[in-house]
């Protein structure tokens, strides 16, 4: 493991937010979803995709709080802008869990 400064960390702003809108993207390489997440009006509304097919659904992912890598630059995805980058962990068999606040916070709430 290497280490990092404290101003390297500071670099990274991460966020909660809330999934507005959710849809299959089949164009993708493999198995994805299409996010919408809101962010507060400070960040706003950003787009993302997400490898999150084996444990969601789109429909069951609508108004789930997430964290997220909110100042990255954006990136093309099978010609979809990708924006953010929702955090998560695999599970025992790789595959993506999505890491979340445990209580209510603000969207927009920065990590510390």
């Given at each position: 493991m290497s280490h990092i400064?404290?101003?390297?960390?500071?670099?990274?702003?991460?966020?909660?937010?809330?999934?507005?809108?959710?849809?299959?993207?089949?164009?993708?390489?493999?198995?994805?979803?299409?996010?919408?997440?809101?962010f507060g009006p400070e960040?706003?509304?950003?787009?993302?995709?997400?490898?999150?097919?084996?444990?969601?659904?789109?429909?069951?992912?609508?108004?789930?709080?997430?964290?997220?890598?909110?100042?990255?630059?954006?990136?093309?995805?099978?010609?979809?802008?990708?924006?953010?980058?929702?955090?998560?962990?695999?599970?025992?068999?790789?595959?993506?869990?999505?890491?979340?606040?445990?209580?209510?916070?603000?969207?927009?709430?920065?990590?510390?």
């Open positions: 400064s404290w101003e390297d960390f500071e670099k990274v702003d991460v966020r909660v937010g809330e999934i507005l809108e959710a849809e299959p993207f089949p164009e993708a390489r493999k198995p994805a979803v299409k996010l919408l997440v809101g960040i706003g509304e950003k787009r993302t995709s997400a490898q999150l097919t084996a444990h969601y659904d789109p429909e069951g992912l609508v108004g789930r709080r997430v964290v997220a890598v909110v100042n990255f630059p954006p990136k093309r995805i099978a010609g979809f802008k990708s924006e953010v980058l929702v955090l998560g962990v695999p599970d025992e068999n790789g595959e993506v869990v999505l890491l979340a606040p445990d209580r209510g916070v603000p969207l927009g709430g920065r990590m510390f």
